[in-house]
């Protein structure tokens, strides 16, 4: 009994290691333990403009992927949030520094502006289950689990009332739209590898389950309608889908049934206005790009709105070759929310805006497409790796296509980053987006230090490895749930350079960088590490006769240097709080990292011209 004990034992061993161990062969066997769950929404809306409310049916199939059986399954009621002493209105009236979007707006909503979904029933296969809303989260026991690689069919009846637009979604924008319909269904919650994300809605970020839907959306006949997916029946609704070459059979019904179907996607978003204007660019390479703004702007935004369209296509060419090939047939741009905000397969932004503006905020959002919307980082944990990494690609998309002709295209990202730390409020990457102490801290952290995450990496593997780096993040992740891990994995196999110590100083501390030259003795350079956070160093030494010379000195535990034409030195270990090399002449001026790159915090140390 002892015996075979320990050799079950021993197999489970290996095989939570993603391993099982053939015993005739000695030999391990890899397995491959990555998992995620999907989902299958049908959705039947009907809206009523007069009173902004709506009733729904959903038809959701959940198949468990997981190895695990599931007793209960959770659902986001996001518009919940939009209620006087929610979560969201609690935190907002006691945070340092509240958005001045949200302020103290939820605690004046009367009743009809309030948002909310209720759940009037829900089934699972047919047979009531149990459910009970707590704020924003429908918590439902199940009638029998769900086992591991089963589906089961979930049927919910629901009434929901859309807010007054305060975040992200709502009717009656500053700017006229009508309806801005993001985190508008009772959506399923992600479980995954960690077990449920479950954080009531705060205002921040989302996480969800790739699926399928199907959406029909019954609403008034005067009314465009834009966002997720492909519309199903544009000869029976016109307003700028139909096909001109065929017939349209336009229902003399009061209102009109909009049926989309999006492949693939975590999330549905739908916007809606009577007075939209809608505008269709078709690329060359098949994909329709779909703005929709109202026509009744002024004449300078409505310029705006045309001049972006040639530059959309502009975007979608370079983020489709920089980071990987958009895989929809559509994508669209609608006026509306509450500043810029990114979904599947669109975007809502506001539309009075400076081009500069209005290209902007089009870069950036379109630029979630990739980090988000195909790579599905969990954004309430991570939301860094969304943020960041969409600032870092727009920023470059931006400098190249509007020729801006910038060395630095994430100077800005520095600058935030380097004030963020002077004010001594920055906070770990690792923190939960929800539990920031301030939101300057958090925007700070997630869009600028984010950002850096990646240009620093230049610095420190190289550009070109980063380029790589990027590419095989998307091709390995895409349509999954990458973690930091992951970004970190990609970069050291296209590298070959170890970068867990980069990961942790970065995203999981708060040292800082700081580096200077020490002294200068003779022909001997001494340079010190006053800051935490160790870093490889680039030096450029000028000497006295005018000549200059590039030396790298890699971090002893990258085990190896980014690609360079500098002379690359001893390594050095990071324990070490000096470092010193001699060179061949007289020196006259040292200075450190020129790239500017490297987010040292404190830069006047970085020069040393001797007298």
Same mark, same amino acid.
């Given at each position: 009994?002892?015996?075979?004990?320990?050799?079950?034992? !021993?197999?489970?061993?290996? !095989?939570?290691?993603?391993?099982?161990?053939?015993?005739?062969?000695?030999?391990?066997?890899?397995?491959?333990?990555?998992?995620?769950?999907?989902?299958?929404?049908?959705?039947?809306?009907?809206?009523?403009?007069n009173n902004y409310q709506y009733k729904g049916k959903q038809k959701l199939v959940y198949t468990n992927n997981s190895p695990d059986d599931l007793d209960r399954v959770f659902y986001h009621l996001y518009f919940n949030a939009f209620q006087p002493n929610s979560q969201m209105d609690i935190r907002s009236l006691n945070i340092k520094d509240p958005s001045k979007k949200i302020a103290d707006?939820?605690?004046?909503?009367?009743?009809?502006?309030?948002?909310?979904?209720?759940?009037?029933?829900?089934?699972?296969?047919?047979?009531?289950?149990?459910?009970?809303?707590?704020?924003?989260?429908?918590?439902?026991?199940?009638? @029998?689990? =769900?086992?591991?690689?089963?589906?089961?069919?979930?049927?919910?009846?629901?009434?929901? @009332?859309?807010?007054? @637009?305060?975040?992200?979604?709502?009717?009656?924008?500053?700017?006229?739209?009508?309806?801005?319909?993001?985190? %508008?269904?009772?959506?399923?919650?992600?479980?995954?590898?960690?077990?449920?994300?479950?954080?009531?809605?705060?205002?921040?970020?989302?996480?969800?389950?790739?699926?399928?839907?199907?959406?029909?959306?019954? =609403?008034?006949?005067?009314?465009?309608?834009?966002?997720?997916?492909?519309?199903?029946?544009?000869?029976?609704?016109?307003?700028?889908?139909?096909?001109?070459?065929?017939?349209?059979? =336009?229902?003399?019904?009061?209102?009109?049934?909009?049926? !989309?179907?999006?492949?693939?996607?975590?999330?549905?978003?739908?916007?809606?206005?009577?007075?939209?204007?809608?505008?269709?660019?078709?690329?060359?390479?098949?994909?329709?790009?779909?703005?929709?703004?109202?026509?009744?702007?002024?004449?300078?935004?409505?310029?705006?709105?045309?001049?972006?369209?040639?530059?959309?296509?502009?975007?979608?060419?370079?983020?489709?070759?920089?980071?990987?090939?958009?895989?929809?047939? @559509?994508?669209?741009? =609608?006026?509306?929310?509450? #500043?810029?905000?990114?979904?599947?397969?669109?975007?809502?932004?506001?539309?009075?805006?400076? !081009?500069?503006?209005?290209?902007?905020?089009?870069?950036?959002?379109?630029?979630?497409?990739?980090?988000?919307?195909?790579?599905?980082?969990?954004?309430?944990?991570?939301? %860094?790796?969304?943020?960041?990494?969409?600032?870092?690609?727009?920023?470059?998309?931006?400098?190249?296509?509007?020729?801006? #002709?910038?060395?630095?295209?994430?100077? #800005?990202?520095?600058?935030?980053?380097?004030?963020?730390?002077?004010?001594?409020?920055?906070?770990?990457?690792?923190?939960?987006?929800?539990?920031?102490?301030?939101?300057?801290?958090?925007?700070?952290?997630?869009?600028?230090?984010?950002?850096?995450?990646?240009?620093?990496?230049?610095?420190?593997?190289?550009?070109?490895?980063?380029?790589? #780096?990027?590419?095989?993040?998307?091709?390995?992740?895409?349509?999954?749930?990458?973690?930091?891990?992951?970004?970190?994995?990609?970069?050291?196999?296209?590298?070959?350079?170890?970068?867990? %110590?980069?990961?942790?100083?970065?995203?999981?501390?708060?040292?800082?960088?700081?580096?200077?030259?020490?002294?200068?003795?003779?022909?001997?350079?001494?340079?010190?590490?006053?800051?935490?956070?160790?870093?490889?160093?680039?030096?450029?030494?000028?000497?006295?006769?005018?000549?200059?010379?590039?030396?790298?000195?890699?971090?002893?535990?990258?085990?190896?240097?980014?690609?360079?034409?500098?002379?690359?030195?001893?390594? %050095?270990?990071?324990?070490?709080?000096?470092?010193?090399?001699?060179?061949?002449?007289?020196?006259?001026?040292?200075?450190?990292?020129?790239?500017?790159?490297?987010?040292?915090?404190?830069?006047?140390?970085?020069?040393?011209?001797?007298?």
């Amino acid at each position: 009994m002892k015996k075979t004990l320990f050799f079950v034992l !021993f197999i489970s061993m290996f !095989f939570s290691c993603g391993q099982t161990k053939d015993v005739t062969s000695k030999k391990l066997t890899k397995i491959n333990t990555y998992w995620q769950q999907h989902v299958d929404y049908t959705m039947d809306i009907d809206m009523d403009v007069n009173n902004y409310q709506y009733k729904g049916k959903q038809k959701l199939v959940y198949t468990n992927n997981s190895p695990d059986d599931l007793d209960r399954v959770f659902y986001h009621l996001y518009f919940n949030a939009f209620q006087p002493n929610s979560q969201m209105d609690i935190r907002s009236l006691n945070i340092k520094d509240p958005s001045k979007k949200i302020a103290d707006r939820i605690s004046r909503l009367k009743p009809n502006e309030i948002g909310y979904i209720k759940v009037n029933s829900l089934k699972q296969n047919g047979v009531a289950v149990s459910h009970k809303t707590v704020g924003t989260i429908l918590e439902v026991q199940l009638n @029998q689990p =769900i086992k591991s690689g089963e589906s089961v069919t979930l049927e919910m009846d629901f009434d929901a @009332q859309v807010p007054i @637009q305060i975040r992200r979604s709502g009717r009656n924008s500053k700017e006229g739209v009508a309806l801005s319909m993001s985190q %508008w269904y009772p959506k399923l919650a992600e479980y995954d590898f960690e077990g449920w994300h479950t954080p009531p809605y705060i205002a921040r970020e989302f996480h969800g389950v790739w699926g399928d839907f199907d959406v029909t959306i019954h =609403i008034d006949k005067n009314y465009t309608v834009g966002g997720t997916g492909y519309l199903q029946n544009p000869q029976e609704i016109g307003h700028g889908y139909e096909d001109k070459t065929q017939p349209v059979n =336009i229902s003399n019904s009061e209102k009109l049934s909009w049926h !989309f179907k999006a492949p693939n996607v975590h999330d549905f978003m739908w916007a809606a206005d009577p007075e939209y204007n809608h505008d269709i660019l078709k690329m060359e390479n098949g994909i329709d790009l779909h703005f929709l703004y109202k026509k009744n702007l002024e004449e300078k935004y409505l310029k705006n709105w045309k001049d972006l369209q040639p530059k959309t296509a502009e975007l979608m060419t370079y983020f489709s070759e920089n980071v990987g090939q958009y895989p929809y047939k @559509q994508y669209s741009v =609608i006026q509306g929310g509450d #500043g810029g905000m990114e979904y599947a397969m669109s975007t809502l932004i506001t539309g009075k805006r400076k !081009f500069g503006s209005l290209f902007g905020v089009t870069a950036h959002e379109m630029a979630h497409s990739w980090f988000q919307f195909l790579l599905a980082s969990n954004e309430s944990l991570h939301p %860094w790796m969304d943020e960041g990494f969409t600032s870092y690609i727009s920023n470059k998309a931006e400098n190249e296509i509007l020729k801006e #002709g910038k060395e630095n295209p994430h100077e #800005g990202s520095y600058k935030s980053y380097r004030k963020l730390v002077n004010l001594e409020i920055e906070e770990p990457l690792s923190t939960h987006a929800d539990r920031y102490h301030t939101n300057k801290a958090y925007s700070t952290g997630s869009y600028s230090k984010g950002n850096i995450f990646l240009s620093q990496l230049e610095y420190v593997i190289g550009a070109e490895n980063v380029a790589k #780096g990027i590419k095989k993040y998307f091709t390995d992740f895409s349509f999954k749930h990458p973690t930091p891990n992951d970004i970190k994995r990609s970069m050291e196999k296209v590298s070959g350079i170890h970068l867990d %110590w980069y990961l942790n100083e970065w995203t999981q501390t708060t040292h800082t960088i700081d580096y200077g030259v020490k002294s200068i003795k003779g022909q001997t350079i001494t340079l010190e590490r006053i800051g935490k956070m160790p870093m490889p160093i680039d030096v450029e030494v000028v000497y006295a006769d005018g000549t200059k010379e590039s030396f790298n000195i890699p971090l002893e535990m990258m085990r190896g240097n980014k690609p360079t034409t500098a002379k690359i030195l001893k390594d %050095w270990g990071w324990a070490y709080p000096t470092y010193s090399f001699t060179v061949s002449k007289n020196v006259k001026v040292v200075t450190i990292d020129k790239s500017r790159l490297m987010a040292d915090v404190n830069l006047e140390n970085n020069v040393f011209e001797k007298k």
